[in-house]
């Protein structure tokens, strides 16, 4: 018991002469800045922006009739075309400081799974589809997890009679997960670990490479 205590006191001194300045290496210690104003969240224009620049009705009819292999590229090309919208208004006209601390970070520890990219997916979902309930299941260095429990795409597809058997419109998530991924400069693999139409959600799981 003697030792502990004098281990902890020992530990204690040691910070008192070194100072808290003197335990954060220079040039990483990051102070607020008096009277500025910060935005973190998401703003209303930028989702209001995204919706009104994709149809889900045209995307029905750019599939109708399409053979399997001709509809796989057409969900992609969706997929991918909402992510660069949402990863051009995110980094650009709408940034916030979320973005520029994740992006700090990120340089500083070399760290970029799984923030990196689960940002853009939340915003992608967030901004085109805003009343879709999904959760993130698990968010680790080594591990992403998301779950969706609605869908407004797939919803609208199946009113307007196009085929998901199947689930086909996988291929327009993972085409925007996979450009995500190409924004953040992070190499993984992406398994669709379950589907809405055999277990009542999406499941996708991310794994850094």
Request: glycine share 6%; with cysteine; aromatic share 8%.
């Amino acid at each position: 018991m003697t030792e502990k205590k004098k281990k902890t006191k020992s530990v204690e001194a040691s910070r008192k002469k070194m100072g808290p300045s003197d335990e954060i290496a220079p040039g990483r210690r990051m102070k607020l800045e008096a009277g500025v104003t910060r935005e973190f969240d998401m703003p209303r224009q930028m989702a209001e922006e995204v919706s009104s620049s994709f149809s889900f009705g045209q995307l029905a009819e750019n599939l109708r009739d399409k053979p399997a292999d001709v509809a796989r590229k057409v969900y992609d090309e969706f997929g991918r075309a909402v992510m660069n919208k949402v990863i051009d208004l995110a980094d650009e006209k709408w940034r916030d400081r979320t973005a520029e601390m994740m992006e700090l970070v990120a340089n500083q520890t070399g760290i970029c799974f799984p923030h990196l990219i689960q940002r853009y997916v939340e915003l992608s979902v967030l901004s085109l589809r805003p009343q879709d309930k999904w959760n993130i299941m698990l968010s680790t260095t080594k591990e992403l997890c998301i779950q969706e429990y609605s869908c407004a795409i797939n919803a609208a597809l199946a009113a307007a009679g196009i085929n998901l058997d199947g689930l086909p419109c996988c291929a327009s998530c993972i085409g925007g997960f996979i450009e995500a991924a190409r924004a953040s400069s992070v190499k993984m693999r992406i398994a669709h670990t379950a589907k809405l139409s055999e277990a009542g959600y999406c499941e996708f799981t991310f794994y850094p490479l």
